[in-house]
């Protein structure tokens, strides 16, 4: 082939084979929806509040003016009641009853203490680099977090007097719901993304998203008026051949396409928007590439390779103008129906190792004060088993790492009793929140900038539970 290819590429035959082909690139498909819907090409709205109203005062000692949340998503509803286990003697026992064969024995846990409520708990022995970090001041738990739409009791789930979240135990719905932060109506527009729209005039004007995602298009940083920046653990995929060197014709071909000017108001904005979108693979492209290797070895599986590429993202920041980032992984395979205690193990372990080398490639970089790594999951899980694993269930227990997180402490409240039909059993060992997820975010995002003001509009269900007149935070994870 030649250059001379190049005569048989129309604008016809380019728009045509570039909308079915081209848009399967990363670049181009969340560059067209997010550019396609932040006002070049149709606008639905602008951010809820000006920059003059950001709470970007909030500085940490020795942080700079950068701030980033990494959500770890573990999908499918993490048995976390096996992840942290009550240690005190009657607690364990109670423990020990209830869960019966997926119940771990004393030697699997490793203890750690509580200053919070003075008591001790346990730590599954397969996660001993976050019981390090834990101990070392980096890491807390939230106990008992999960979707509500109000204080609830066991009493006013069995009186049917309780207003609860929409699909109650779905994956879909509890999905929906943790990303959502609205669990009395099934929503497409995410808590971080409705922070991010707050956020982003912090950032310098560029075509990469302030949200990205290395799990397609989540709900989670979807905004009113943005989408995720979509990326895998290899980058930004780019339009088929736009960067082949054995196929010169391609790029010119294209660039001179998208240079014309079409009388069709769609076809001028699929252009414009196509030539942002390459022009974003490029520039964030470039930005990672700069970036110096790790002297850390991160494990060689997709949690490790999503956690890489955030970490090789983060240090990019500069580069790319960004003051405020949020990314989002997940890791698939919790709704152990069967298996917990020879599965579950084992994928908790992935998380450790994971987790602790993203957090040393986030030392080399310097700026773990700077970033915030936490964890979600749509549900806890049943305490009875099944005769072979656990069910879905609610309440669950989450982690969140970071320099600026007062670490060491179990934040909410670990149940007193885990035995079967205790005071927040409603069947099973389902367990009822004592924390909400409202509560768990909005900690996030004030620590983000989110000014105090803008809370209830980023998590329209937190007056529920916290009065947004207060100056303290709901949980208190950063102090």
């Known amino acids: 082939?030649?250059?001379?290819?190049?005569?048989?590429?129309?604008?016809?035959?380019?728009?045509?084979?570039?909308?079915?082909?081209?848009?399967?690139?990363?670049?181009?498909?969340?560059?067209?929806l997010s550019l396609a819907m932040t006002g070049r090409a149709s606008a639905q709205s602008s951010p809820p509040t000006s920059p003059t109203n950001l709470n970007v005062n909030?500085?940490?000692?020795?942080?700079?003016?950068?701030?980033?949340?990494?959500?770890?998503?573990?999908?499918?509803?993490?048995?976390?009641?096996?992840?942290?286990?009550?240690?005190?003697?009657?607690?364990?026992?109670?423990?020990?009853?209830?869960?019966?064969?997926?119940?771990?024995?004393?030697?699997?846990?490793?203890?750690?203490?509580?200053?919070?409520?003075?008591?001790?708990?346990?730590?599954?022995?397969?996660?001993?680099?976050?019981?390090?970090l834990?101990?070392?001041?980096?890491?807390?738990?939230?106990?008992?977090?999960?979707?509500?739409?109000?204080?609830?009791?066991?009493?006013?789930y069995e009186n049917e007097t309780a207003a609860l979240?929409?699909?109650?135990?779905?994956?879909?719905?509890?999905q929906m719901h943790w990303q959502t932060s609205v669990p009395d109506q099934r929503s497409a527009i995410g808590w971080a993304g409705k922070a991010g729209e707050i956020l982003q005039s912090l950032n310098e004007a560029s075509d990469v998203g302030m949200n990205i995602s290395l799990d397609g298009m989540n709900i989670m940083q979807q905004g009113?008026?943005?989408?995720?920046?979509?990326?895998?653990?290899?980058?930004?995929?780019?339009?088929?051949?736009?960067?082949?060197?054995?196929?010169p014709y391609i790029r010119p071909a294209i660039d001179s396409l998208l240079s014309q000017e079409y009388e069709s108001m769609l076809k001028r904005t699929f252009a414009d928007v196509t030539r942002r979108s390459i022009d974003a693979e490029q520039e964030f492209t470039a930005a990672i590439d700069a970036v110096p290797d790790f002297s850390v070895s991160f494990p060689d599986n997709h949690l490790a390779n999503q956690l890489e590429m955030v970490a090789r993202s983060i240090g990019a920041r500069e580069t790319l103008g960004m003051r405020r980032q949020t990314f989002f992984v997940s890791m698939g395979g919790y709704d152990l129906h069967d298996g917990v205690l020879d599965v579950h193990g084992p994928m908790l372990a992935e998380v450790d190792a994971a987790v602790k080398a993203f957090w040393d490639a986030i030392g080399e970089l310097g700026i773990q004060n700077d970033v915030t790594l936490f964890s979600t999951s749509e549900f806890g899980r049943t305490l009875s088993s099944n005769g072979?694993?656990?069910?879905?269930?609610?309440?669950?227990?989450q982690f969140i790492l970071g320099g600026a997180v007062q670490g060491g402490n179990i934040y909410g409240e670990y149940p007193e009793d885990l035995s079967l039909d205790g005071p927040l059993d409603v069947g099973r060992g389902r367990i009822v929140p004592t924390t909400s997820v409202d509560e768990y975010f909005a900690d996030l995002v004030k620590w983000m900038g989110v000014s105090q003001s803008d809370l209830g509009t980023v998590l329209p269900n937190l007056n529920r539970f916290y009065d947004l007149s207060s100056s303290a935070a709901p949980v208190g994870i950063f102090g």
């Open 134 to 156: 834990y101990n070392s001041g980096d890491l807390a738990f939230l106990a008992n977090v999960g979707t509500l739409l109000e204080p609830t009791t066991v009493a006013d």
């Open 1 to 32: 082939m030649n250059s001379g290819n190049s005569n048989k590429y129309s604008r016809r035959k380019f728009l045509g084979q570039l909308s079915c082909a081209g848009i399967g690139s990363t670049a181009l498909y969340s560059t067209l």
């Open 388 to 397: 072979a694993g656990s069910d879905h269930a609610w309440g669950g227990n």
């Open 58 to 132: 909030n500085a940490i000692p020795g942080s700079g003016d950068y701030r980033c949340l990494v959500c770890l998503f573990l999908a499918g509803g993490n048995d976390s009641f096996n992840m942290v286990v009550p240690r005190e003697t009657t607690e364990f026992n109670n423990y020990r009853s209830a869960r019966a064969d997926l119940a771990l024995a004393a030697s699997d846990v490793i203890d750690i203490s509580n200053p919070l409520n003075g008591k001790a708990y346990g730590i599954h022995n397969s996660m001993p680099e976050l019981t390090n």
């Open 165 to 174: 979240p929409l699909g109650l135990f779905s994956h879909n719905d509890q």
């Open 224 to 247: 009113n008026s943005t989408v995720p920046y979509s990326i895998t653990t290899h980058g930004v995929t780019p339009i088929d051949g736009y960067n082949a060197d054995w196929l």
